[in-house]
């Protein structure tokens, strides 16, 4: 549960969108001629022990345009909305949620046996007769099976809270059904998030050290209107994918007779097939497995389905998501990993395993190879140096990734005015549903 709430939540936070070609198109960056701008592939070592070309596919994110088009750093775009509000729900603009929403009684869509509304065909990959591409409030929704089935539980969890809020209020219209209910779902969202999911992942300290706390009952006015609540680089683009490496290599249906049945995670990107596979019976077998599946931990190890088989197609083609952290890093121009020590007040380093300024996060292990790749300690990339840290007691992250992590989610709790616990009267909970 807790590698597929991380994605769940990651996506609500932030999509970084990548160049496109003419038409929106998919640009190619190996076996071409001429390298085009927007390429950035990396070179494959000969003696790699998976991939048999020289050659990964690697588009840069897309620019920002500045208003005046003078000439300045590179800058990256997020497409969603970095709060925590429940985007992954409901889209991060009104046309987006105006066609998620029903109309009526504060309903979202859905389609036959309680699955999501569709979306065009052309969106996901298509395995069997009679299905479709889901619709749901991020376009990631058909990634994985894992964060289809908690964009759905989210789903059906809005229309059954807006089903007892009409039925306790009668004089309510739509509009304020819905509304009421998107606040309880993005107030479930934070508090999840806070509680269960950041006390495991960065553990008690850095909580504490961070104040990410939430208090059991009452309210407490965090905001703050002089913090930026927006997405800082270094957290999407490397610290926060520290949960690809907590990706299992099966996704599985632990059926109500106890028997299991098991699927390669290879076999389901993008398919929608294990969600509504008769039509859709086997949800509550998926969402078992999601809720008891223990995620591995985030060493600087990942699974052969994501570091070898990603995105895999007919032809064999794929991607290795560890690779593409890295190299996302550098076409985001992500200071290196010793920088960013610095910049969280942790020990200096200057050199691999000598002297004062020795490596004193990771263990003889990931120094070695940590040597074995890079000329100088300068040049580590924050995604290798932070995954290979030694981690933190009772956390999922060593100390530069829980330092970049625990200050974002900081400004999204203090920038956030709409934090679920603000005791603000137009947009807060009363005492009584607080
Ligand atoms: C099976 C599960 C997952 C798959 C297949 C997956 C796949 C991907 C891919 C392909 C990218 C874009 C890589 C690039 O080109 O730069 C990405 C980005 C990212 N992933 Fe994952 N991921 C998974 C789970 C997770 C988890 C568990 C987390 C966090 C706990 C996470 C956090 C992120 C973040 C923060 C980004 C950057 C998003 C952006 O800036 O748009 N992912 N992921
Ligand atoms: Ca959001």
Known sequence: MVMAWGQFLDHDLVATPVSKGK??????????????????????????????????????????????SSPTKREQINQVT???????????TKDMM???????????????????PPQSNDTCRLTHGNEFCMFAGDFRVNVVPNLSILHLIFLREHNRIAKKLATFNPTWDDEKTFQETRKIIAALIQQISYLEYLTGVLG??????????????GFSNVYDQSVDPSIRNA???????????QITSSVLYYKHDHLVKKYNVEETYHDPHLVQNDNGQHIP????WVANNASIKADRCFVSSVRDKLFIDKNNNSLDLAALNIQRGRDHGIPSYVKWRSWCGLSEVSSFDSGDGKLVDHDVDAISKLKKAYAHVDDIDLYAGGISEKHLQGADVGPTFACILGRQFQALKEGDRFWYENKFKKTGFSSATN
Do not use: M, W
């Open 23 to 68: 038409n929106g198109a998919s640009i190619k960056c190996c076996g071409i001629e001429e390298i085009r701008p927007e390429c950035f592939p990396i070179q494959i070592p000969k003696d790699d022990p998976y991939f048999q070309t020289d050659c990964l596919n690697f588009v840069r994110s897309a620019e920002t345009v500045q208003p005046d």
């Open 204 to 217: 008690y300290k850095t909580i504490s050290n961070y104040n990410l706390h939430i208090a059991s009952t």
């Open 285 to 288: 077998d998926l969402g078992r």
């Open 98 to 116: 105006d066609k998620l929403r029903l109309f009526v009684n504060g309903q979202l869509k859905t389609s036959k046996h309680g699955l999501f």
């Open 235 to 245: 957290f999407a683009a490397a610290a926060f994918r520290f949960g690809h490496a």
């Open 82 to 92: 970095s709060y925590i509000d429940a985007s992954v729900v409901y889209g991060s």
